[in-house]
């Protein structure tokens, strides 16, 4: 079974500094790799996915990430956080392969923004 | 577009009764939808995937029997905890699928057991 791993559970930075969320998962096939957020009192966005092609994928609100199969990582990345950042963020895999198949979540990283 | 909804959003009930929780997709059709439960302060946990006119299939550990899973039509599916108890209290997320590895979230259930 896969699992994913997200080493930072609590970020605090102030406004306009760069951002990087690091995501590690597990599993020994292709896998599809997602990262959702998670704004106070909201359900769960997506923020961007991975399918394949192109690993630098870009999200909506100026989020990134960067798959490196080698490492088995998934980071996320802004360049320059604002305030209404300040959220809950799940990185997920899913499997590849026939039928759909369910999420699995790291445990979340708590960011927050200091104005 | 991509829309799901969750009904009820809160629901208090009395240790031993059901509740059940419908989510729909209300833009789109869904032949799944998954069930997750998170506890506070932590992730989301896959309880079951529900196949529209199928049987669902539960994670390792879930208890078919307590969490019952209904998907009745591409649009709807239900789940109910029977013979609820206090540590069944969490916060139920449903999500369904549009394409096969995309998910769209509904705003989840919290259920407190008294």
């Known amino acids: 079974a896969q699992s994913v791993s997200q080493h930072n559970h609590h970020v605090i930075l102030s406004e306009a500094a760069s951002l990087e969320l690091g995501c590690n998962y597990s599993?020994?096939?292709?896998?599809?790799l997602f990262w959702y957020v998670q704004y106070p009192g909201q359900h769960l966005q997506l923020l961007l996915k991975?399918?394949?092609?192109?690993?630098l994928v870009k999200g909506i609100k100026g989020f990134e990430a960067e798959f490196i199969k080698s490492k088995f990582s998934f980071n996320l990345r802004k360049p320059s956080v604002q305030w209404s950042d300040t959220a809950e963020y799940f990185c997920?895999?899913?499997?590849?392969?026939?039928?759909?198949?369910?999420?699995?979540f790291g445990k979340g990283t708590h960011l927050i923004i200091q104005p | 577009g991509a829309v799901v909804s969750q009904h009820p959003s809160r629901v208090i009930c009395k240790s031993g009764t059901s509740v059940k929780i419908e989510c729909r997709s209300l833009d789109f059709q869904a032949t799944t939808m998954f069930w997750y439960r998170q506890f506070p302060k932590q992730s989301l946990m896959l309880m079951a995937t529900s196949n529209e006119g199928s049987k669902a299939t539960y994670e390792q550990g879930v208890e078919k029997d307590k969490f019952l899973i209904n998907h009745a039509s591409l649009t709807l599916s239900t789940l109910t905890v029977t013979s609820a108890h206090p540590e069944d209290s969490s916060f139920y997320i449903c999500s369904a699928g549009q394409v096969t590895y995309e998910q769209y979230f509904g705003p989840g259930t919290r259920l407190t057991v008294t």
């Open positions: 997920a895999v899913n499997v590849k392969g026939g039928g759909a198949d369910g999420l699995t």
């Open positions: 991975y399918f394949s092609g192109d690993p």
């Open positions: 599993y020994g096939g292709t896998v599809n």
